[in-house]
């Protein structure tokens, strides 16, 4: 608890903001906050879309929409700096995006074609994605994983 405060009065909520309006007709299964940003957000969608909303100064607003996925976005990550985010989709592809202005910087699709359900950059080295796809069959050994890695010069 932050200093001699009671555990309500530490979640006593100022009050309920709509932010995520846009996606009326699909779920959102994740929301996450910018690492080390308490005013940077974003939301994935199984719309196809990512928002990136921003919660203050100000009234919370939707900064941008980054769209270009076929299908649901299924996860996605903040890069450490949080200039890059990776996103994993129902069409079979990740895609990094320029969340500051939007852009697809690049995409990549699975060598299979499967729906892609969960990413993460590896902490230490934003060059290094991991992206797991469809779910294993039962009693498998596991799911296959896919490094993405930078191309050596």
């Given at each position: 608890?932050?200093?001699?405060?009671?555990?309500?009065?530490?979640?006593?909520?100022?009050?309920v903001y709509h932010v995520f309006d846009q996606h009326t007709d699909s779920a959102v299964p994740k929301v996450?906050?910018?690492?080390?940003?308490?005013?940077?957000?974003?939301?994935?969608?199984?719309?196809?879309?990512?928002?990136?909303?921003?919660?203050?100064?100000?009234?919370?607003?939707?900064?941008?929409?980054?769209?270009?996925?076929?299908?649901?976005?299924?996860?996605?990550?903040?890069?450490?700096?949080?200039?890059?985010?990776?996103?994993?989709?129902?069409?079979?592809t990740l895609r990094l995006w320029a969340p500051a202005d939007g852009r697809c910087?690049?995409?990549?699709?699975?060598?299979?074609?499967?729906?892609?359900?969960?990413?993460?950059?590896?902490?230490?080295?934003?060059?290094?994605?991991?992206?797991?796809?469809?779910?294993?069959?039962?009693?498998?050994?596991?799911?296959?994983?896919?490094?993405?890695?930078?191309?050596?010069?």
């Open positions: 608890m932050a200093g001699d405060t009671t555990l309500s009065e530490n979640y006593a909520f100022a009050g996450q906050f910018a690492h080390d940003d308490r005013h940077l957000l974003a939301c994935c969608s199984l719309d196809g879309t990512i928002s990136v909303c921003r919660l203050a100064p100000g009234p919370p607003a939707v900064l941008r929409v980054l769209r270009g996925h076929g299908g649901g976005v299924a996860d996605f990550a903040w890069s450490l700096s949080n200039d890059v985010l990776v996103s994993a989709s129902l069409d079979g910087i690049r995409r990549v699709p699975d060598p299979d074609g499967a729906a892609l359900l969960c990413c993460a950059f590896q902490p230490l080295n934003n060059n290094l994605t991991v992206v797991s796809g469809t779910p294993c069959p039962p009693m498998s050994s596991g799911c296959p994983l896919l490094l993405l890695a930078p191309q050596p010069p």
